[in-house]
């Protein structure tokens, strides 16, 4: 048996420059973070000629071209498989649909369980390249290389889009003492709302294709967040990283009227009036995770307890996708 892991994400700043329609013309940055909590692809031979697949559906094909999943799909035929004798699962720390790029770790891991089945090595850049080539190209959708990189190579990596598609990837120069404050200050919680991105990555999508003045000069200012963001955590500063957390979630408010909504407002008014510092929701919008960094996590955690909203706990994976049985 193969069993492969992929981790989820959260974004430091900078996130919706990494989309084609815009780094092509411009160029994009972002920080990006792997957290612990992982989507897994278990494969293995069955004593069946079909290929089983298992998600939140079940299939059983005589030819992995016959696969209603896209993905799943498309990743066979990329590596020229059938999926004969095949029997493959696919399991989650945390549901889709919920900011954190479930989607590029599905993808990444996939790749990777597939790679290690034919007995082939894969570089992370390369198998971040792959799972692109599948979501972007194959299937075009309307999303970024964030989600498909990050979970690739784990960590907490600075990462610039170039407009020939070139993707440079380094670790963020930050001390472990910095490390230390956002394990212990940045805190997740649940909203409830699980949504598709779709809507809202069009809309960000057609706008830059259509050269919309207001859009782009939008995206060139989050492009520069993610840069000051880069600045104050390399420096140490936490308190200047939240604040630029604040006013990046204002600037991506603004990008469509479906990235929020007058709840998601109220509780991240709620969080700021009660130990929060910055805080934005994580993802294209729409639902998913608020994000916080805290001064009083105590206080923090007590008014999002009784205003309903779930914390999830986390630590940062530094390990990427990786093949762990």
């Not at 990777?112 to 599948?134: D, G, R, T, V």
Request: charged fraction near 25%; include cysteine.
């Amino acid at each position: 048996m193969i069993i492969t892991r992929s981790p989820l994400r959260i974004c430091l700043g900078g996130g919706g420059t990494d989309l084609p329609s815009y780094y092509k013309q411009y160029g994009g940055f972002l920080i990006a973070a792997a957290i612990d909590k992982y989507v897994y692809i278990t494969v293995h031979n069955n004593f069946d000629s079909n290929l089983i697949v298992k998600y939140s559906k079940l299939e059983r094909v005589t030819d992995a071209k016959y696969l209603e999943h896209p993905i799943l799909r498309e990743a066979f035929k990329l590596l020229e498989m059938d999926g004969h004798s095949i029997e493959l699962t696919s399991l989650a720390d945390i549901p889709a649909g919920t900011g954190l790029g479930s989607s590029g770790s599905f993808t990444t891991a996939l790749l990777k369980a597939l790679h290690s089945y034919k007995k082939n090595f894969i570089h992370p850049a390369e198998l971040a390249e792959q799972a692109c080539e599948i979501e972007l190209n194959r299937l075009n959708e309307p999303i970024g290389k964030q989600d498909q990189y990050i979970s690739a190579f784990g960590g907490i990596t600075c990462f610039e889009f170039l407009p020939n598609g070139e993707v440079k990837a380094w670790p963020l120069k930050i001390s472990e003492e910095t490390i230390h404050g956002l394990k212990e200050n940045l805190l997740l919680f649940f909203t409830g709302y699980s949504r598709s991105a779709s809507s809202v990555l069009v809309e960000q999508d057609k706008k830059s294709k259509n050269a919309d003045v207001i859009m782009l000069e939008n995206l060139h200012q989050v492009k520069e967040l993610g840069y000051k963001s880069q600045q104050a955590l390399e420096s140490g500063d936490l308190n200047e990283f939240a604040r630029l957390m604040n006013v990046h979630w204002e600037q991506k408010k603004q990008r469509s009227n479906n990235m929020s909504n007058d709840q998601i407002n109220k509780w991240h008014d709620l969080a700021m009036a009660n130990g929060a510092i910055g805080g934005k929701l994580i993802g294209a919008g729409g639902g998913g995770f608020l994000m916080f960094y805290a001064d009083d996590k105590t206080r923090l955690r007590l008014a999002m307890k009784q205003a309903g909203l779930e914390e999830v706990h986390f630590q940062f994976d530094f390990e990427g996708t990786k093949r762990i049985i």
